[in-house]
């Protein structure tokens, strides 16, 4: 599994941003939950969201739960995290990891991660 995230940037508090994960499976039909985490400045690592390859279930942090919006193109292997109503809070490196679903908020549960991607909210 190869991931790659993308779409970060610099944007003011209250905007929008739309990060995407491009996911490529070398197993036709393997099945996956896909998360985003984060890290901010001086922090460690957080869960974001997750949303099984199927788009059956989606879970979110508290943090972000109904700012942000997780979701799965079925034309291709992208997901995206649309954010919106963004907060200086929300400044991080995201980073988009694949796994098996069985744990879907912890990272111990994804087996397979992407580079990070900046996100810097200003005030």
């Known amino acids: 599994v190869q991931l790659q995230a993308f779409g970060g940037g610099l944007v003011q508090a209250g905007d929008s941003l739309r990060l995407s994960c491009a996911a490529s499976f070398r197993r036709a039909g393997f099945t996956y939950a896909i998360g985003w985490f984060r890290r901010a400045p001086g922090k460690e690592r957080e869960f974001v969201a997750a949303?099984?390859?199927?788009?059956?279930?989606?879970t979110y942090a508290d943090s972000v739960e109904g700012r942000f919006s997780i979701s799965r193109d079925n034309a291709g292997n992208t997901v995206y995290l649309q954010m919106d109503n963004l907060k200086t809070e929300d400044t991080a490196v995201y980073y988009c990891a694949a796994g098996p679903g069985w744990a879907m908020t912890v990272e111990r549960g994804y087996n397979y991660w992407g580079q990070g991607t900046l996100v810097t909210v200003s005030s």
């Open positions: 949303i099984m390859w199927s788009g059956a279930r989606a």
